[in-house]
């Protein structure tokens, strides 16, 4: 496709439960990023992925986030045994890879909110 | 560590009134600016970007010049629309260790009126 697409756009779930997030990069662009966007917060780094490695996991907030990339195409965001304080929009984002100062393209993002 | 600093909105203005959005940044090394616009229920959207000092990045109308001697690189728009109306983030990336990870300013809710 011609931008980053993210899926599902809106997310609905109790708490406890595992969600998976996904994200379909720009074509070619093989750096990944997922943030997080909350009020409380502000926009936030997650996780960068390089191909299918992960260099820099920082950002996520707890062991129950993990994410992973295959193919150096797709990846998938879980959060397990959600909270609410996980409630927020999560959004992705690829570049083509080349430098680390690269412009970030963003897709829609996924909306989650935890009951 | 690197950090943002954005002019606390919100920010109401009449359609054609001159806008400006300040920015100031702390970083390490020469990091690249950048202002994403994000509009009602979409996605974040790059509007400018500039990567060294004295850089002046533009698009639609807006500009914003990498002052590396003030730390600074606000966003201008000389005659603002309705279809301006967005929430502006100020965003650097340091690079070096870094890589890749964006800092984000807190964000700037412009509302335009006809």
């Known amino acids: 496709g011609a931008g980053v697409s993210q899926s599902p756009s809106n997310k609905v779930t109790e708490k406890g439960k595992d969600v998976e997030l996904r994200c379909d990069p720009i074509s070619g662009h093989t750096a990944l990023y997922w943030y997080r966007q909350s009020l409380g917060q502000g926009l936030e780094f997650l996780i960068y992925?390089?191909?299918?490695?992960?260099?820099?996991k920082s950002g996520l907030p707890s062991d129950r986030f993990s994410a992973e990339r295959t193919g150096g195409s797709v990846s998938t965001l879980t959060i397990q045994r959600t909270q609410q304080e996980d409630s927020a929009v999560y959004l992705c984002?690829?570049?083509?890879?080349?430098?680390?100062?690269?412009?970030?393209?963003f897709g829609p993002g996924t909306r989650l909110l935890v009951l | 560590g690197n950090s943002v600093t954005q002019m606390e909105g919100p920010v109401t203005l009449s359609e054609e009134a001159f806008l400006t959005i300040n920015c100031t940044y702390t970083a390490t090394g020469y990091p690249s600016l950048f202002w994403y616009v994000q509009y009602p229920g979409e996605g974040l959207q790059l509007l400018l970007k500039?990567?060294?000092?004295?850089d002046k990045g533009s698009n639609k109308g807006f500009e914003a010049t990498y002052r590396k001697e003030t730390t600074s690189f606000h966003l201008e728009k000389g005659s603002v629309q309705v279809s301006d109306s967005a929430v502006y983030f100020c965003v650097l990336n340091a690079g070096g260790t870094s890589y890749g990870k964006l800092t984000f300013g807190q964000g700037t809710i412009l509302t335009v009126h006809p």
């Open positions: 500039a990567t060294k000092a004295d």
């Open positions: 984002a690829s570049s083509l890879g080349e430098s680390g100062q690269e412009t970030q393209y």
């Open positions: 992925f390089q191909g299918n490695s992960a260099p820099d």
